[in-house]
């Protein structure tokens, strides 16, 4: 009997760590410096040093990360900024709360990273409306792929607009050679349980190659103070990494490099193995995939309800990133023009992912395929 596959296994995971993590944890019972501890600064340098950074500045969530870089820009009323519309609410929140306006982009069908083509209409689709005045990119590494960096970089370049990472669900996959981590002025990053590298609770950082910035982040996330605690130099938030959530992170940091290629194998063998009529996710040139979703996209959204439910009934779990876009949630409704951006439109109906993380083992991998081949026999797909 194969045991039956989840879509996260932490209790699989808490044993690969032995001992780790609760070494690390009664460290900081003894110092008892709940708050910026020695663990903060200690996991600071190891993503630092990982992501190719010149810093790394702890914080409490990906979310706040994405908050503090648009605020250190000042962002605020009267100016747009573009994300793609196919990606988690905090992409676009975040420019809400400072009063900003969120401009849509659609995404590429194979790859569903950022779409330049459609980058390009909605930057000249906000130039003649006039009502905005285009500030920054928030591009978004999405499912563990890199975003395409090279190109919007260069376009960021030309329109002179300042660009940002959102790297969420990718931190650890390598994009031309290297570690994500500076593709941008600034790269986010998110320590929630289900991330790749994931805490046991809220957490995320911001990494940055800029002094400058860097100094800025620091005194963000903790009430905007100066040099001393109690010098107040701007409008801040509380937002820094908890110590505890750092040193469990720091115990699963000496874990992470292997668990990645775990999550790669996996990856090759749902490639290799899923019937043709099934659309794999399309690897992105020259990059090494942090595998935190693995997409698959079925032809029709009756089919893939078909294989969700068939899934669901061989005890298989699935879920769908994301059902809706955002232009389409009610929330954004009063920041959307109206525009169509229909590949974010019908990936929602068609996607499904299917389990992805570091222990599913080959013979639980090859029972999710037979599963899956069967449907496919049935529905002559
Ligand atoms: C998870 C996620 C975030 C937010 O991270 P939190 O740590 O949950 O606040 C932001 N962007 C993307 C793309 C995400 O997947």
């Not at 676009?92 to 330049?116: M, R, T, W």
Request: proline share 6%.
């Amino acid at each position: 009997m194969v045991k039956p596959i989840t879509f996260l296994d932490l209790p699989a995971q808490q044993k690969r760590l032995g001992q780790r993590v609760q070494k690390r944890v009664e460290h900081v019972f003894q110092h008892c410096r709940f708050v910026m501890g020695p663990e903060v600064t200690e996991l600071e340098e190891r993503l630092a040093s990982y992501g190719g950074a010149r810093h790394a500045i702890g914080v409490s969530s990906g979310t706040d990360a994405l908050l503090m870089v648009l605020m250190a820009e000042g962002i605020g009323p009267g100016m747009a900024v573009f994300l793609p519309a196919f990606t988690y609410t905090a992409t676009a929140e975040v420019v809400l709360l400072l009063g900003a306006f969120p401009v849509f982009v659609d995404v590429d069908e194979g790859s569903f990273q950022i779409s330049i083509a459609s980058l390009t209409q909605r930057l000249s689709d906000v130039q003649q409306q006039g009502q905005y005045q285009p500030r920054a990119i928030i591009g978004v590494d999405l499912f563990g792929q890199p975003a395409p960096w090279e190109e919007l970089r260069a376009f960021a370049q030309k329109h002179d607009l300042l660009l940002f990472a959102d790297c969420a669900q990718s931190f650890g996959a390598s994009y031309q050679g290297h570690k994500l981590g500076h593709e941008a002025l600034a790269t986010t990053l998110s320590f929630f349980p289900s991330k790749p590298l994931g805490a046991y609770g809220d957490g995320g950082a911001v990494l940055t190659d800029d002094d400058d910035r860097a100094a800025l982040y620091r005194s963000l996330r903790s009430h905007g103070e100066g040099k001393q605690r109690y010098d107040v130099q701007r409008i801040g938030l509380n937002a820094r990494l908890d110590t505890l959530q750092a040193a469990i992170l720091l115990a699963k940091m000496e874990i992470f490099e292997e668990e990645l290629v775990r999550r790669a194998k996996i990856a090759d063998l749902y490639d290799a193995g899923l019937p043709t009529g099934i659309k794999v996710p399309q690897r992105v040139p020259d990059s090494q995939s942090a595998w935190a979703i693995y997409c698959i996209t079925l032809p029709t959204s009756q089919q893939r309800d078909s294989l969700q439910s068939y899934l669901r009934e061989h005890a298989v779990p699935t879920a769908i990133y994301y059902p809706k876009p955002l232009h389409y949630q009610p929330a954004y409704q009063a920041q959307h023009d109206g525009v169509s951006l229909p590949v974010s439109e019908s990936l929602g109906e068609c996607v499904l992912a299917l389990p992805i993380h570091p222990d599913i083992s080959d013979e639980q991998g090859e029972q999710l395929l037979e599963i899956i081949q069967q449907w496919a026999e049935n529905n002559q797909l």
